[in-house]
């Protein structure tokens, strides 16, 4: 009795998708908040974006919050560098301009220190989004 | 630039809303929903903190 061969189709595995985009938006991203989604013609989003992560950085310093710099010492101030960097070319023009050397002299100083942090993770957030519409995940 | 305690947290309420709005939530509508519901969350836990520093204290 002859045997019929019966050939199972593989499914097809999809690549992710690796367009320039999908590179190029996250880092624009990064380096001027809101951009990503700009480039992507998000204007809505982006500006919103754009706006809440700038005013808050703006607002932090104005409280003069302190900038973390690179550091290796406490584990608070290490993260407080990985948060402060997430501000992308609002940390770099910062430290250009030598600006964020806070002293905590008063409750709202502190404050300040959080704003800025918080705008860098902010941006670490819309980061990821502004990737997620590239590859398609979201729209 | 001095604010005060509520205000900071007022105004970092309303920025961390929005960009929890947008990113978290797909379409308009819902990402309105979420970023108001997120903007509540923050003010209502603000008040509640604030009134148990005050129980605490009295």
Request: aromatic share 12%; charged share 15%; hydrophobic share 50%.
């Amino acid at each position: 009795m002859p045997e019929t061969i019966t050939r199972k189709e593989t499914p097809v595995t999809s690549k992710p998708a690796t367009s320039n985009m999908s590179v190029f938006a996250p880092a624009i991203g990064w380096l001027i908040p809101g951009a990503g989604h700009l480039i992507q013609k998000r204007w809505i989003r982006g500006l919103l974006l754009m706006g809440s992560v700038v005013i808050m950085f703006v607002l932090g310093l104005l409280m003069q919050g302190r900038v973390y710099r690179p550091n290796g010492g406490d584990i608070l101030d290490i993260l407080g560098f990985v948060g402060d960097i997430g501000a992308g070319g609002l940390y770099i023009v910062t430290r250009a301009l030598d600006a964020g050397h806070g002293i905590v002299a008063h409750a709202t100083a502190d404050y300040g220190t959080k704003y800025i942090i918080v705008a860098g993770l902010l941006n670490f957030i819309s980061v990821a989004d502004a990737y997620h519409i590239a590859i398609g995940k979201k729209s | 630039m001095i604010l005060t305690h509520f205000n900071a947290a007022l105004l970092f309420s309303i920025f961390a809303s929005t960009v929890f709005g947008i990113t978290q939530r797909e379409g308009a509508r819902d990402q309105f929903r979420y970023g108001l519901y997120c903007f509540a969350m923050f003010m209502g836990g603000l008040l509640v903190a604030g009134w148990v520093m005050w129980a605490l204290r009295h």
